[in-house]
């Protein structure tokens, strides 16, 4: 597996890791075949949040099945999130916590749930239009000094939201974990079409993409496979021929998967992103982690974003 330096950070992580939030509802054997799979392709990165499967269940079914399939701490990277706040196990009925004692027993009950001394990646879940930028900075000091966390960075932050963060934190930002696919593409929709009246010229993200590439702040693309909002995916979905017709002829030239060559577009980008990917199948992880491998034409890469349904000015 091809490693990247996330956040120039000297952390060299796979390009492609494994989002646990799906892990929720396995028995503990079926999440250690997970990943047992996932190591065995080179996806040794770990990606969790304090309220995957109703408040934290994921990260404790995660740590029975790493005793079950006997991984050693040193083998794995392992990343958490905080300061989404759910009422229920997914999604609506949310709040959130940027607040000092709220990250700081956040992390403390991540890594008692996990059975593991420290992280090595731990974000701000989406942004808290609350924070304190100074309570953020102290409870990241507080959490760094102790040892439990080696590394920081966000979620779906704009890019005036990490400078005003950044001022006050003394630790690097090393990730920015976004929505990015085929599908969702507004981050470089703006990029082509500066100057232009038309709606992809709209500027969703203030500019996201470039000033992660300038600050060396790895983007963490996840859901690379949504096909939309309301959630589903686009590979093999009746109302994308033309796009999947495209996918299928280039997994037939690179002898991959449907969602390998969807993994591989990503890459593509020169932005050095790093990929999260949500399958609990281990045949289907085997068959993603081969989009590290691939090596994409520029010809190919704009022959799906077309596609997709994007134009070009």
Same mark, same amino acid.
């Given at each position: 597996m091809r490693t990247i330096n996330l956040g120039a950070s000297g952390l060299m992580a796979p390009a492609i890791s494994l989002g646990c939030m799906r892990m929720r509802g396995l028995e503990t054997r079926e999440a250690a075949n997970v990943l047992e799979a996932a190591m065995a392709a080179g996806m040794n990165f770990f990606d969790h949040a304090d309220m995957y499967g109703g408040m934290g269940r994921v990260e404790e079914i995660f740590a029975a099945a790493v005793k079950e399939a006997g991984i050693k701490r040193e083998d794995m990277m392992v990343q958490t999130k905080c300061g989404l706040v759910r009422s229920d196990d997914f999604m609506y009925n949310a709040s959130y916590n940027f607040s000092k004692e709220h990250i700081i027993s956040s992390a403390e009950g991540s890594l008692r749930r996990l059975n593991m001394d420290y992280v090595d990646v731990f974000l701000l879940h989406r942004p808290d239009t609350l924070m304190e930028p100074a309570e953020v900075a102290a409870a990241f000091d507080n959490l760094h000094s102790r040892g439990l966390v080696k590394h920081f960075g966000v979620s779906n932050q704009s890019a005036g939201q990490m400078k005003l963060l950044q001022k006050y934190v003394g630790h690097k930002l090393i990730v920015n974990q976004m929505q990015f696919g085929v599908m969702h593409t507004g981050m470089i929709d703006f990029g082509f079409n @500066?100057?232009?009246?038309?709606?992809?010229?709209? /500027?969703? /993200?203030?500019? @996201?993409? =470039?000033?992660?590439?300038? =600050?060396?702040?790895?983007?963490?693309?996840?859901?690379?496979?949504?096909?939309? =909002?309301?959630?589903?995916?686009?590979?093999?979905?009746?109302d994308l021929p033309k796009l999947n017709e495209v996918i299928d002829g280039l997994a037939e030239k690179y002898g991959a998967t449907k969602e390998a060559i969807a993994t591989a577009w990503i890459l593509r980008h020169p932005a050095d992103m790093q990929v999260i990917v949500g399958s609990m199948n281990a045949a289907r992880i085997a068959g993603i982690a081969k989009a590290a491998d691939i090596a994409m034409t520029r010809g190919e890469w704009y022959e799906i974003y077309l596609a997709a349904g994007n134009k070009l000015p």
């Open positions: @500066v100057n232009m009246k038309n709606d992809a010229s709209f /500027d969703h /993200d203030g500019g @996201v993409l =470039e000033y992660c590439r300038l =600050e060396n702040i790895t983007i963490q693309a996840w859901s690379p496979f949504r096909l939309n =909002e309301a959630g589903g995916i686009f590979i093999n979905h009746p």
